[in-house]
């Protein structure tokens, strides 16, 4: 598997956007200058934060044992949220395994490191597995994910207090803040599929946006909150789960704009393409996606 860390231009067969492909998961900062991705080692053992400032080389800031996942941004460029852990069923698949995964799934918890790399905390604690965190556009609130034996859901942490309000208690993933502040997109389980939801910060407006058969996942704003990135299995799994056994084979990255209307298909290959962010500066040209071959 390669790891490529410095975004690789990509073809596109929409005019109106430039795909890249990069590492685990990546996310730009608010002045579409710095992009934060994740490595792991060979091992599978550690894992590394890196930034790539535009036209330089990357340089990490952070390794962990275990995963770091998902970077986001706070809206002042100054501090990265990431989910850190062991996530088995993640390295399990990195080592080529297929063992059991419990629902705790290794335990992680969301912590928050200066974008140079200093002042790294944990926000949250406890046995739940929580993960996959977005920063507020105040500054001082993230939603985030939890998961185990007992509750499940999305929450919301105040950062200056640490207290946590309960936004969901269904299976719900990969929530995302709106820049605006108003919505937070996520996904939801519903029976055996993955859809696309939105909600506002009260808990107030759930409302669907997709409803497909298979899995989508993996969301992103657009700059002006107008549209959402995201990867969907509806076109069918391809080459990549049946060569690599791919736990998470999703398939294609997507746009819409944020009612759920006006969907269009950005990628049509082989392999899993998944985690796309939006750089800000190019407001409909230029999505990251994470490659897998």
């Known amino acids: 598997m390669k790891h490529v860390t410095e975004p690789v231009k990509q073809f596109s067969e929409n005019s109106k956007f430039d795909l890249y492909s990069t590492a685990w998961l990546p996310a730009y900062d608010p002045t579409g200058e710095h992009l934060a991705v994740t490595r792991i080692s060979p091992t599978g053992e550690t894992t590394s934060l890196f930034v790539v400032d535009e036209g330089k080389p990357a340089h990490a800031i952070l390794e962990q044992k275990g995963l770091i996942l998902a970077p986001g941004w706070s809206p002042d460029g100054k501090q990265i949220v990431v989910g850190v852990g062991i996530f088995t069923a993640f390295l399990d698949f990195e080592a080529g395994g297929k063992k059991p995964i419990d629902a705790v799934n ?152 944020k009612d759920g209307t006006e969907v269009e298909q950005l990628t049509d290959d082989q392999w899993e393409e998944g985690g796309p962010a939006w750089q800000p500066h190019k407001p409909l040209s230029a999505a990251v996606t994470s490659p897998s071959n």
Do not use: C
Not at 244 to 250: C, D, E, I, T
């Open 106 to 257: 290794g335990g992680a918890q969301v912590g928050i490191v200066n974008s140079d790399g200093t002042g790294f905390h944990i926000v949250t604690s406890g046995s739940n597995n929580n993960a996959f965190a977005s920063f507020g556009p105040d500054g001082k609130h993230i939603v985030y994910r939890t998961l185990g034996p007992t509750e499940q859901g999305l929450r919301i942490m105040n950062l200056e207090d640490h207290s946590v309000k309960v936004l969901t208690s269904e299976w719900d993933n990969f929530p995302v803040w709106s820049p605006s502040g108003d919505s937070i997109a996520f996904i939801r389980r519903t029976g055996s599929d993955f859809q696309v939801f939105t909600v506002h910060p009260d808990g107030t407006g759930m409302t669907q946006l997709t409803h497909t058969k298979g899995n989508e996942a993996h969301l992103a704003w657009s700059p002006d909150g107008e549209r959402l990135l995201f990867t969907s299995s509806r076109m069918g799994f391809k080459d990549e789960a049946l060569l690599v056994g791919a736990p998470q084979p999703y398939g294609e990255i997507f746009v819409m704009r």
